[in-house]
């Protein structure tokens, strides 16, 4: 099993980056999928989330209007498109596949940087 998360860079206020999760080894339109992030010294925050057929997503506050999530299950794919990017923001962002109410596979993380 594997997620592997991509896309993460330094970028200016007002940015926009768009990761990519992909996964290996597990049927993945079964499992719903996250984005969580980690910044330093901070405890790590749920980000998004998106239903196995992709119908249904959920954001945290802080993002909502500015982050999407989405997938495509003929990629094995899950992707968040952050546009409106803020220091804020700044974090090592984690994709997970989630089965009913447990994270089961984590991936290893990728470094979004918003800086001017």
């Known amino acids: 099993v594997q997620l592997v998360e991509s896309g993460g860079g330094v970028v200016q206020p007002g940015g926009s980056l768009r990761l990519s999760c992909a996964a290996s080894?597990?049927?993945?339109?079964?499992?719903?999928m996250r984005w969580y992030r980690q910044a330093p010294g901070k405890e790590r925050e749920l980000v998004a989330h998106?239903?196995?057929?992709?119908?249904?997503?959920n954001y945290a506050d802080s993002v909502k209007g500015r982050f999407t999530i989405s997938r495509d299950n003929t990629k094995n794919t899950a992707y968040l498109q952050m546009n409106s990017l803020k220091p804020e923001d700044t974090a090592v962002y984690y994709c997970?596949?989630?089965?009913?109410?447990?994270?089961?596979?984590w991936g290893q993380g990728t470094q979004v940087t918003v800086s001017s």
């Open positions: 997970s596949a989630r089965w009913g109410f447990r994270d089961v596979y």
């Open positions: 080894g597990f049927p993945f339109n079964s499992y719903s």
């Open positions: 998106i239903s196995g057929d992709g119908g249904s997503t």
